[in-house]
């Protein structure tokens, strides 16, 4: 019997300084690179100002040396790629 352990939660820091505590939610893979999915979690919810600030997160993964580091994507329109493949994998499944 499989147990629920729950959700994956990272905490990572800005570049502000501040923790933020972040919900894995998925992995996917994109024109060769790795990217995780993440959602705010709820205490770190109250501190948006707006919803579109509280939305989905998508991390890349990247190596070096020899450590795997989470980063923002390289462009706006790389995230939003990657946004829009998450979000058709979402909905197949809905499907099924």
């Known amino acids: 019997m499989a147990e629920d352990l729950g959700p994956?939660?990272?905490?990572?820091t800005d570049e502000d300084g501040n923790e933020?505590?972040?919900e894995?939610?998925?992995a996917l893979e994109y024109n060769g690179s790795l990217y995780h999915v993440f959602l705010p979690t709820e205490s770190d919810d109250e501190d948006a100002k707006t919803d579109d600030e509280a939305g989905l997160i998508?991390?890349?993964v990247i190596e070096e040396n020899g450590e795997e580091l989470l980063s923002t994507p390289d462009t706006?329109?790389?995230e939003e790629?990657?946004?829009n493949l998450y979000m058709e994998q979402?909905?197949?499944e809905d499907d099924a």
């Open 20 to 22: 933020i505590t972040l």
């Open 90 to 92: 979402l909905f197949e």
């Open 8 to 12: 994956t939660l990272i905490s990572l």
């Open 76 to 78: 706006d329109e790389e």
């Open 81 to 83: 790629a990657v946004y």
């Open 24 to 26: 894995f939610i998925d």
């Open 58 to 60: 998508i991390l890349k």
